[in-house]
């Protein structure tokens, strides 16, 4: 399995905090990708970085936002947490490669609710 | 985006072959991909087919892609329990950078 941790695992917070997830990758890959699962959606992409301080917006960004200091850390933060934001979501890896090949791994994920 | 369309819901009985269906919408994807979900867990790459073939086959697994159509299924042949799981079909995305999900066929295999 690739090396992929997210921390926490689950959390219940109340709605207008700010919220921060961690994606942890040993695996040294350029690409990192937040996404969120929810029922009758599917996976839909926050944001993704390709590269250290190189990051964009994915599907669904309004109220998040990324940051990438170093190649192994993705860190997704809710700015100010809202009911709508309960979710499970996803970190996801990859090293893209020429010709578009673009296996990802995924993360355990985290359970986030938001009362 | 635009949307990647699968069936939500699958049952069939265990030893049957199970057909996933996969409507995507870029004409351009190189790749197309199956991964699978566990309950709880994240997903994992299950099989994948460049856009430049019709069939591919791995064990249990025949994938095949009708570019005409923007259509891709996925057969496991001998469904066990153990394929009991969502399915996700994906298509790589214009920008290169990200992948475009369906929102996934839940499988249940029953005894």
């Known amino acids: 399995d690739a090396g992929i941790t997210q921390s926490p695992r689950h959390k219940v917070t109340e709605t207008g905090t700010p919220v921060t997830l961690r994606c942890h990758q040993t695996e040294n890959h350029r690409y990192m990708y937040w996404y969120r699962q929810d029922p009758g959606h599917g996976l839909r992409l926050i944001h993704y970085s390709y590269g250290v301080k190189d990051t964009d917006k994915g599907e669904v960004s309004d109220g998040y936002s990324v940051s990438r200091s170093k190649t192994e850390d993705f860190l997704l933060t809710l700015e100010s947490a809202t009911s709508s934001q309960t979710s499970v979501y996803f970190c996801?890896?990859?090293?893209?490669?020429?010709?578009?090949?673009?296996?990802?791994?995924f993360g355990p994920g985290t359970r986030l609710t938001v009362l | 985006g635009e949307d990647v369309e699968q069936s939500l819901f699958l049952s069939v009985r265990e030893g049957d072959s199970s057909v996933i269906n996969c409507t995507y919408t870029d004409s351009s994807s190189t790749y197309l991909y199956w991964y699978k979900q566990e309950p709880g867990a994240g997903l994992q790459l299950l099989t994948y087919?460049?856009?430049?073939?019709d069939m591919k086959q791995d064990q249990r697994l025949t994938v095949l892609l009708n570019k005409k159509d923007k259509h891709l299924s996925l057969r496991i042949a001998d469904t066990q329990t153990g394929d009991s799981a969502i399915y996700f079909c994906a298509e790589s995305v214009k920008s290169g950078y990200a992948l475009n999900f369906g929102k996934g066929t839940s499988l249940l295999v029953t005894p």
């Open positions: 996801a890896i990859s090293d893209r490669l020429a010709g578009g090949y673009n296996e990802q791994f």
């Open positions: 087919i460049f856009s430049n073939m």
